[in-house]
């Protein structure tokens, strides 16, 4: 099938790389090659150029240049914040508390946290994957070091209630500290820092039509992280090694750019998304469940979709064959067959889980792509019902 038949419906996973991020990224692929810790032209050019994105992806987060740190993406940047915070403390005497459907690179650090003596507590969600504030509120500590909360979460699409949590936190437990994974939200919903009120926030490129293999970690001016990457002491001793210069100025290319257009992508992809919905819903022979809100505490790019009776595997391999590129969960733990920790946080039966689709949409999703999509998943679904009943 020729690639411009096919339809991409898997965003959450990663964006396409937009001409004019890339044509911004060239010269420093080509031409600037100089190490921007090098005191000479082509080390200056090279600084100048990381200087210039930090400039930007500052602006448009509302922070200071001297608060972002690069690094390779959002595993590191939670790494960092997680380990970077409690190394900072006496282990045994430190306390976390993280949610239930974090992305993994947030929980398996923290289970390795708990390896070394830390304490952590995993705050449950409700039905629509909303954190439970109540029970964060009780779970709060006077030695709470850290609460990670993600501002949106990768498989449902929930956006967390950010701005009310860390109202609590700073009332409940002023010592702590409050970071977000925000990796989905970027570029989706609009994202300040002031309005939200976080200590450290995670970003990555190749959700934002960037480049993969760099991202960067807000960290609020006074806050002390351990590095975990120690030699040359780049990025504010932060993080060491020579800096991804034309990933970084992507980085700050796709962000100001995804940033500016937020607004026009809420409402156009929204309505796609919608749109998706509706046309799957009436073309499917038998029941379509939605899980996650529906309401504007969800991405408006995502979809999760379980259809019952069926496997999600099957699902995928089918809708690939017909060109059509969608996700049974996070693009981290495809190929498991285990349901998603999502899912099974938020209460949804083992069997409902393990038929699940997520549809995520971007900013190149077009009509035609929803209108031809809607039906060929209906299509895919009804035959593979009617094969499983014959």
């Not at 690639?3 to 419906?9: A, G, H």
């Not at 001297?66 to 940047?77: C, D, N, Q, R, V």
């Not at 919903?189 to 990555?204: A, H, K, N, R």
């Not at 819903?281 to 505490?297: A, F, I, L």
Request: glycine content about 8%; charged content about 20%.
């Amino acid at each position: 099938m020729d690639k411009q038949q096919r339809i991409y419906l898997d965003w959450n996973a990663t964006t396409p790389l937009k001409d004019e991020v890339l044509a911004e990224m060239l010269p420093f692929l080509r031409d600037q090659y100089g190490n921007p810790s090098s005191t000479h032209w082509w080390g200056q050019q090279a600084r100048r150029a990381i200087d210039r994105s930090r400039r930007a992806i500052a602006k448009a987060l509302g922070c200071r240049q001297g608060e972002i740190t690069f690094l390779s993406g959002g595993t590191e940047a939670n790494n960092l914040a997680l380990r970077g915070l409690v190394d900072c403390d006496e282990p045994k005497k430190s306390h976390i508390i993280t949610s239930a459907i974090e992305h993994p690179c947030i929980l398996a650090t923290a289970k390795s946290l708990e390896a070394t003596g830390v304490d952590v507590d995993y705050v449950p969600v409700d039905a629509l994957g909303h954190v439970r504030l109540d029970k964060l509120e009780r779970l709060l500590r006077p030695n709470t070091a850290l609460v990670s909360i993600m501002l949106a979460n990768n498989d449902v699409g929930t956006i967390q209630p950010i701005k009310d949590l860390s109202k609590i936190v700073r009332e409940k437990a002023p010592h702590a500290k409050i970071h977000s994974d925000a990796v989905q939200a970027i570029g989706k919903i609009p994202v300040q820092l002031d309005e939200l009120d976080v200590d450290m926030m995670s970003i990555s490129a190749h959700k934002l039509c960037g480049p993969k293999g760099v991202g960067c970690l807000y960290v609020r001016q006074g806050i002390t992280l351990t590095p975990q990457i120690t030699g040359g002491g780049q990025e504010l001793r932060r993080r060491s090694g020579t800096e991804n210069v034309c990933g970084i100025v992507g980085l700050g290319s796709a962000m100001t750019a995804a940033v500016d257009a937020v607004g026009d992508y809420q409402s156009d992809v929204s309505h796609l998304r919608d749109q998706l919905f509706q046309l799957i819903s009436d073309g499917v022979n038998g029941d379509v469940v939605r899980h996650g809100p529906t309401d504007e505490t969800v991405l408006p790019n995502t979809l999760s979709l379980a259809f019952q009776g069926l496997d999600s595997l099957s699902l995928l391999v089918n809708l690939d064959l017909e060109g059509i590129a969608v996700s049974s969960g996070s693009a981290c733990s495809s190929g498991r067959v285990d349901p998603s920790h999502v899912l099974s946080a938020m209460g949804v039966a083992p069997e409902l889980a393990m038929s699940t689709l997520r549809l995520s949409l971007g900013c190149y999703t077009s009509s035609d792509d929803i209108t031809r999509a809607g039906s060929c998943i209906a299509k895919v679904v009804n035959r593979l019902r009617e094969t499983r009943r014959s």
